[in-house]
């Protein structure tokens, strides 16, 4: 797992530069992975959109801040993604704005379908679901994990799975409607749990 996790942080992209690889692909009707076709390429467009308004109006509680400038320890946290998932837009920038918040705080991203390996250690009940962090200490271990999504969308996730048996377009638009209301604060108090669990394992 280790030279896995080693392997990957060679690839791995600063925030700015995700942003900037997912605008210089779309000017080439592309989208990130392996697979392209017009409806990622859309998909792409719509969350390059949404992350540029996120990245503008997300605010951070006090508490998460009181929480995310507590933490001592170095830490990294390596985020699988991709531009054209839907989920990745809406927590990515909420989750740089915390880590913003504390230089001992080291975002990294890497795609998903460039770290195949990376990504099977890390899967979600048994899918390839992101975005997925990855919490790691200063030698590299892993101290904790999150994703793909904030609790609550996790939830309506699993309920509608059960009810209906698998998510369809209606459900989607439902979801991306919670995820505007919330405002990131499901992720943020997810974090805030994060971090205090973290921690807890460091001492």
């Known amino acids: 797992m280790k030279n896995i996790i080693k392997q990957s ?6 925030y700015q530069e995700y942003r900037t690889l997912v605008k210089d692909l779309l000017a080439e009707n592309k989208s990130t992975g392996h697979q392209q076709s ?5 998909y792409s467009m719509l969350n390059d959109k949404r992350m540029k308004r996120l990245d503008k109006t997300i605010k951070i509680s006090e508490e998460a801040i009181a929480e995310i400038n507590a933490l001592e320890a ?29 230089k001992k705080i080291d975002l990294k ?9 990376l990504m099977n250690l890390f899967l979600t009940n048994g899918g390839k679901a992101i975005p ?4 790691l200490d200063k030698e590299n271990n892993v101290i904790n994990t999150w994703g793909p999504r ?27 409607i919670w995820y505007n209301k919330d405002k ?3 992720v943020q108090n997810d974090f805030i749990n994060l ?4 921690q807890l394992k460091e001492a």
């Open 132 to 135: 997925k962090l990855i919490a």
């Open 74 to 102: 170095p830490q990294t946290w390596l985020v699988i993604t991709e531009g054209w998932c839907g989920d990745a837009a809406q927590n990515l920038p909420v989750i740089h704005k915390m880590a913003e918040l504390n």
């Open 38 to 42: 017009e409806a990622l390429t859309n």
């Open 184 to 186: 990131g604060k499901d």
């Open 9 to 14: 942080l060679e690839k791995t992209l600063n």
């Open 150 to 176: 904030p609790t609550t969308a996790t939830k309506m996730v699993k309920d509608y799975k059960t009810k209906h048996g698998s998510l369809d377009a209606e459900f989607k638009q439902d979801l991306q």
């Open 109 to 117: 991203l890497v795609l998903r379908d460039d770290n195949e390996e």
């Open 195 to 198: 971090i205090r669990t973290s």
